[in-house]
């Protein structure tokens, strides 16, 4: 007899749990998987992020891996470039709203910033996990660790005050 996968309850204690992990990262951020494995088609997964953590900017090129993100807790601050690195656009999401979450189309070069500690958002996208590539990775944008990337954070956060 086949035994059924465990439901995965998406609750405080889970939240709690992934925020005190990513509050312990050297990167500020920690990410809870449902899916069973990298290769699995429908990546589903929570991401805790603290204040001060640095996501590079980036896109997914493949059609397939358009991105959807709902704040479960705290408020994060969406950034959208142009190819020569100017902000497109500006949203604040928020687990109180008025914008709740967005859906990231393939090709758009974002990132997203913990506006408050112990910020959580849920995340789709379809699998596999593949590696961002040097081409999805925005050139104009310094690496992680940087003292440029530090100064860049910055800046993003001022957009938001």
Aim: proline share 8%; glycine share 6%; charged share 25%.
């Amino acid at each position: 007899m086949k035994t059924m996968p465990s439901t995965i309850r998406i609750d405080e204690a889970l939240l709690d749990h992934t925020c005190r992990l990513a509050a312990e990262s050297d990167r500020k951020r920690k990410n809870a998987n449902f899916h069973p494995g990298n290769d699995f088609p429908a990546h589903r997964l929570i991401n805790a992020i603290q204040p001060g953590s640095y996501i590079r900017p980036h896109r997914h090129q493949d059609p397939n891996k358009d991105e959807s993100i709902v704040v479960l807790r705290g408020r994060f601050g969406y950034l959208s470039f142009t190819e020569d690195g100017a902000v497109a656009e500006t949203l604040t999401l928020s687990a109180n709203g008025p914008v709740y979450g967005v859906d990231i189309p393939h090709g758009t070069t974002h990132t997203l910033l913990a506006l408050e500690a112990d910020s959580v958002f849920f995340e789709a996208k379809a699998g596999p996990f593949v590696p961002l590539s040097p081409e999805e990775i925005a050139t104009w944008s310094p690496a992680e660790g940087s003292p440029q990337a530090s100064k860049l954070l910055q800046d993003w956060y001022t957009r938001f005050e």
